[in-house]
Nanobody, 115 residues
Framework: QVQLVESGGGLVQAGGSLRLSCAAT????????MGWYRQAPGKQRELVAT???????NYGDSVKGRFTISTDLNLQRARLQMNSLKPEDTAVYFC?????????WGQGTQVTVPS
């Protein structure tokens, strides 16, 4: 079965950087999209960044210019480089993959940027 395992969350001061990683295992089929969403307390889950198998990227407006997504050629590993972090970036970050038409989510990793 497909599993997405995130790592790299933590606490960082405003203006600092963190890098998140996600590894996909048990993949049967083609990964079309891999990326990250986040959910802050009391808010809806929102797009952070995704990359398609064609190397097209999509970023949430609030992270453009600060966050960068990268993946390996098979989209089985993804990394999210987060720079210039702000308190409003505090959330649980979820790895996401679209595999053969099915959505998969990781368990989430907490990122905290104190104000």
């Amino acid at each position: 079965q497909v599993q997405l395992v995130e790592s790299g969350g933590g606490l960082v001061q405003a203006g600092g950087s963190l890098r998140l990683s996600c590894a996909a295992t048990g993949i049967i089929g083609s990964i079309y999209v891999m990326g990250w969403y986040r959910q802050a307390p009391g808010k809806q889950r929102e797009l952070v960044a995704t990359m398609t198998s064609g190397a097209s990227t999509n970023y949430g407006d609030s992270v453009k210019g600060r966050f960068t997504i990268s993946t390996d050629l098979n989209l089985q590993r993804a990394r999210l480089q987060m720079n210039s972090l702000k308190p409003e970036d505090t959330a649980v970050y979820f790895c996401y993959a679209l595999v053969s038409g099915n959505n998969f989510w990781g368990q989430g990793t907490q990122v905290t940027v104190p104000s």
